[in-house]
């Protein structure tokens, strides 16, 4: 028989929520011009917006998957003058182009190269699925567990894997850089550096040009998922959560990450000038994981963490090593602060947010200094019922704005059987007061099949959108997006 010709053996995505309803695979990749607008796009909004998402090609090799494996599918809204256009589409990562070229899935599980097909061992799994990242007039597709891919940024088309010319040594580079807004430096990290379960952590400090201008190495306490960190003007913290890898577990086959509440939380704080041989390791009051930050800040000597934080773990998705009855709690927005003049292993937590919520966002202006203004994705049972549970737990329902100079939360209700995503912020212009703009966010309209971009005034979240533009389609559930204005992208062409 001739070895080319093997027959189908059918094409079905599993029977299960991760492959059901407003969370199944879209796969489209294509372009809609001059999207239908209910109100008015604000002139001020002249740029891109850019999100990642995780929409799976193929169904799962070993027939049932977690969401986060998704294969990276990058959407993107271009606004000029009042219109609107839309493109989405894959990242053209290596394990996207081997298995279109299989016609099937190869790679197995979540980042666990023990259950890949044979015909792709030793290749890379990364799905390049979590983030976009915007820097020295380039863009990229972030995963955690692998290298940035880079895109056009006006096509979305992939231009290859990037070690940023040789200058990252990591395998992997993280899905949420930082950007200092006063010295146009990028603050990156890597861990898992040495691939899997390795303790080693990367840190570096890119210039606005892309030139590495430092990469320091340093040991985490124990191998754990560090999906986010923080950073201030002077200070670069890491939140070391009980979300734990074990390599002989790996090697069995079973799940990448596991919570082990019996260990300890740890926060690194690493001055920025002196690097990590000044590291110092303070130890949490309790077991803990940062979901993610909102930005870092510092009064006087004290470093001040806002973030959120859960106590379960992410149970969802990555199961408890001790007890699996141990269901998932909502995070929380929490203010962990470290007192860098006291000798005393002491970290203050207070609930500074009090209500749930996740995807958090600020001002990117006001990153690294005191903010005032907060963004969340949650959901308000006084607004609106609670939507069915998702792949990823209970889709949010609303957005949420924290506004520490009143203390007054407020809300958007995004209305029935509609679902907000994460939320960015975009400033009216470059010297607009904090806070002074937009709040754009992808919202599912589920009983429609269907998906919108909302425009908010981001100071006004309750009164609602300024601004709908109505995708004909729907885009996959996404994860984390960015902004580029349209003065900046025209620099980089
Ligand atoms: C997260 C997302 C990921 C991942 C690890 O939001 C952590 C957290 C989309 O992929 O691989
Ligand atoms: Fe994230």
Known sequence: ????????????????????????????????????????????????????????????LHGRDIFLNGDGMVHMVRFERGHADLTTRYVRTRKFELERAARRALFGAYRNPFTDSSEVAGEDANTANTSVMWHHGKLYALKESGRPYELDPLTLETRGESNFAGQLKSRTFTAHPKFDSLTGECIAFAYNCEGVASDEIELYRVDREGCFTRTERFKAPYCSMVHDFLVSRNYIAFVICPMVCDWERVQRGESYWHWDSHRKTYIGVIPRERGVSAIRWFTAPKPAMQTHSFNAWEDGSRLVLDHFVTESGWLSQFPDLHNPNAHELPPFGERWIVDLASEADRVEITRFIEHIGEMPVIDPRFAMSRARHYWFGTNNPKLGPMLPFGPKGPPFTCLGHFDEGTGKLDFYYAGPDSSPEEPYFVPKSADAKEGDGWLLSMVGRRAENRTDLVILDALHLSRGPVAVVKFPCRVHEGFHGTWVAQKVLERSL
Do not use: K, T, W
């Open 1 to 60: 028989m001739n070895e080319h010709v093997r027959l189908a053996e059918g094409l079905q995505f599993p029977d299960d929520i991760v492959f059901q309803g407003y969370a199944a695979p879209v796969r489209i990749e294509g372009s809609v011009h001059d999207l239908e607008v209910v109100g008015a796009i604000p002139p001020e909004l002249e740029g891109v917006y850019y999100r990642n998402s995780a929409d799976h090609a193929y169904p799962p």
